[in-house]
């Protein structure tokens, strides 16, 4: 049970795209959206593989609010990518397909190397130097675009490699 002075997490409301709608919904419900203002996709609170809150602003009672609010990748309970996760992977992966200057195996390849370039493991870092090998093959119009898709949705340490 939680009291006045312990910190919390309040409940994100993020649209299915990955547009953050309120970061405090539990406190601040009248800020809360059915669909979102920028691409009209309907708004989650909550995992749809667990049901668990998506977590939102970490409230430490006592100190400022910094306004720093982070859109995480994954559920913090059953690990699951959430929506905009996933549909962020599938369009890198279409976007793998459509390379006409790589091999059919070298696309199934970098398409793999996905999956490994939006976690932090020890695959993260080969997946993501195939992933540049074959940017760099491909072009920079390929390599925008790949950008434009996951740069949202990879660690620092990866937008640091790929994208200094």
């Not at 920028?38 to 970490?58: A, F, L, M, S, V």
């Not at 992966?93 to 996905?114: F, H, P, Q, T, V």
């Amino acid at each position: 049970m939680r009291q006045d002075r312990d910190p919390w997490y309040d409940t994100a409301l993020v649209c299915l795209n990955g547009h953050l709608i309120n970061a405090s919904s539990k406190e601040y419900p009248m800020d809360n959206q059915k669909y979102c203002g920028k691409c009209g996709e309907p708004t989650i609170d909550k995992c749809q593989k667990c049901n668990t809150d998506i977590r939102g602003y970490y409230n430490i009672p006592g100190f400022a609010d910094l306004g720093t609010n982070e859109i995480r990748s994954f559920c913090h309970e059953c690990g699951e990518p959430y929506p905009w996760t996933k549909s962020r992977i599938e369009a890198a992966k279409e976007l793998a397909e459509e390379i006409n200057g790589l091999s059919k195996e070298e696309r199934d390849i970098l398409s793999r190397s996905i999956d490994d370039i939006v976690k932090d493991s020890p695959k993260t870092t080969v997946a993501t130097t195939r992933l540049k090998k074959f940017m760099a093959k491909a072009g920079p119009v390929v390599a925008q675009g790949f950008k434009d898709i996951l740069v949202d949705i990879v660690s620092e340490t990866v937008k640091k490699t790929l994208w200094p």
